[in-house]
């Protein structure tokens, strides 16, 4: 079985992103079974995408687990869904990190206005909180670089390949980041990093459930 996974660069004038360390520590690490392979990617539009993109038609993994930083929320949150739109209100605090600000374009003129994740969130989230480590579904991976990806992987996966799965887990700031954004909520990363060894391994056990059980026809596989 061979999984992917993906991290970002800083952005907004942070200088960590938790899930830069996260994909760096989690490349160190062996799941029975598994060949793991990460990416880090730049928050660009849709350059972010093809980076993507092109990591997945080498690699050909059966999943696609893609991280990014949401400041702001308190725990670990597997995403839903992905909606075709890039937008930056006109008074958001930053752009993209080569200065883009679309507003009210679609990601694929055409494409579906959303794509659902097939990952196993509910199970993660399930799982995580058993772990003493807060968690819960998101849905909505807002409009900016990390709903970009999910969205091009899923829009992807649609045309090409469907027996992949993937999706987007945003995660909380992490302590080191307290000082540059004192009213965030944080984490410690060693907490985090333990949280992505609990998704990657649920994803692990949901591939091989599915590919013993005949009798799985859920749209979601949540
Ligand atoms: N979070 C941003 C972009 C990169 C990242 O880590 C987002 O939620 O879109």
Redesign the pocket.
Known sequence: MKILIS???P??GSTV?P?EKLVQAIAEETFAGVELKTAL?P?YFDD?VKQLLQKIEEFRPDAVIS?????GRTGITPERIAVNLKDIAPDAPYP?NKGARPQDMPINPGGPDGLFTKLPIRRMVGRLKEAGIPASISYS??T??????MYGVLDYIRQNDPSMIAGFV?FPASEEMAAEHPTWPTLPQEMMLEGLRIIIQTTIDDIKMSSVSETQNSCFRV
Request: hydrophobic share 40%.
């Open positions: 991290g970002f660069e952005f907004g992103n899930t990617l928050v972010c991280c990014g930083l949401a400041g993209d991976a807002g900016f670089i990390c709903n970009n990806a945003h």
